[in-house]
């Protein structure tokens, strides 16, 4: 017995490890919102007009183009990296894929349910054909409650309680809001509070489904976006002042509402992405992040470049997208994504607050 005791405790040691790597392995994130982190969502939907399914979209990581609204890969792509898993694969993906195979399981990895052009407000680009934020919640529930295609499975409460939660949106809904329209509009404070209502709404779901790591991304610099140029009147040599303003007062509430996210649900933390504070320092200093033009798209066509969707016709691309802050009229270069990411990753307190995501993905 005693000749064989060195085995035994040698298996014990490789058997008590491996249930720890177990625990620490498990890693899931389930990704909603809109275009900044849509891996692929909207080329399923054969009626959505807002699309990003063909070149050069993607030429600088991918082989083909994937329906990512950039050059490469997004914050998403870059935070499953860092966590050392493979990227979110769109939920039409999955969808599909267990619809052809009944025995297949839920992606261990997690989901993206994000659709480029959606809002936190349920009518947000509607008439192109989008997957509101709500609608993207009702897909994650069908998971969670095995009625997705009625083949009895469903997410495991582990898994869920587990994952990382992004939501990133709003976005949509400011720049929607400066659009000529038909009928009175809102005033901005109440159409700010109306978006912060969503999130409010949105959050309590996802923690009564048993999210408990939820990270709510604020709003970028969508006053200075290329596409400006789109709202009659606005000027191209100058940001948006009062698309700032309401992005401001958009921030301001979520991030208050992230501060009580504890008190709320208990159990539940939440942390606020800046990205606006993050990105800011791009513009302040752009040469010590490696860019050259901050103001105009790298692919497009028009004023700032921004009249025109990059890949359509007539467009121009630049030489070196990494050097340029804005990819197309609308969306952050892969670049710039990436320097978000190792921010939201490992940065401090005026980047993500009240952790960063590599302290979070490792709280007990």
């Known amino acids: 017995m005693m000749e064989r005791m060195p085995q035994l405790i040698i298996f014990l040691g490789v058997f008590l490890l491996a249930l720890e790597s177990v625990g620490a392995d498990f890693k899931s994130v389930f ?9 692929g969502n909207n080329r399923y939907l054969k009626k959505c007009l807002l699309q990003a399914n063909f070149t050069p979209y993607g030429s600088s990581f991918f082989p083909r183009p994937t329906g990512r609204f950039t050059n490469g890969r997004t914050v998403a792509d870059f935070i499953a990296q860092y966590l050392g898993i493979e990227f979110q694969k769109p939920y039409q993906e999955v969808y599909r894929e267990l619809e052809n195979d009944p025995q297949m399981s839920f992606p261990s990895n997690g989901v993206n349910f994000a659709s480029a052009g959606s809002g936190l407000l349920p009518n947000t680009n509607q008439e192109a054909g989008v997957t509101s934020i709500q609608v993207q919640l009702q897909q994650f529930q069908s998971m969670v409650f095995n009625n997705l295609l009625n083949n009895h499975k469903r997410l ?9 939660f992004f939501v990133v949106s709003g976005g949509n809904d400011i720049f929607s809001y400066f659009l000529p329209q038909l009928g009175i509009k809102p005033t901005t404070r109440r159409y700010v509070l109306s978006m912060l209502k969503q999130v409010v709404h949105f959050t309590t779901k996802i923690y009564l489904y048993g999210g408990r790591r939820i990270v709510l991304f604020s709003l970028g610099p969508i006053s200075c976006i290329p596409g400006r140029v789109l ?9 948006h002042v009062k698309m700032r ?12 509402f992230v501060n009580i996210i504890p008190t709320l649900y208990p159990g539940a933390i ?5 990205v606006y504070d993050t990105s800011k320092k791009f513009f302040e200093d752009p040469k010590l992040h490696g860019f050259s033009n901050t103001t105009h798209a790298c692919c497009g066509n028009g004023p700032l470049n921004g009249m025109l969707q990059c890949g359509t016709k007539d467009y121009k691309l630049c030489k070196n997208p990494n050097e340029y802050i804005f990819w197309d009229f609308f969306h952050p270069s892969e670049r710039t994504y990436e320097l978000i990411a190792k921010a939201f990753w490992n940065g401090d ?16």
């Open 349 to 364: 307190e005026d980047e993500i607050w009240p952790m960063n995501l590599k302290t979070l993905a490792g709280h007990k």
């Open 245 to 256: 303003n309401m992005a401001d007062q958009y921030n301001a509430g979520l991030k208050r």
């Open 270 to 274: 939440g942390v606020y992405a800046a």
């Open 231 to 239: 709202i009659p009147f606005v000027s191209s040599s100058k940001c």
């Open 156 to 164: 495991h409460r582990t898994q869920i309680q587990n994952s990382l």
């Open 31 to 39: 990704v909603f919102g809109d275009s900044q982190f849509d891996a």
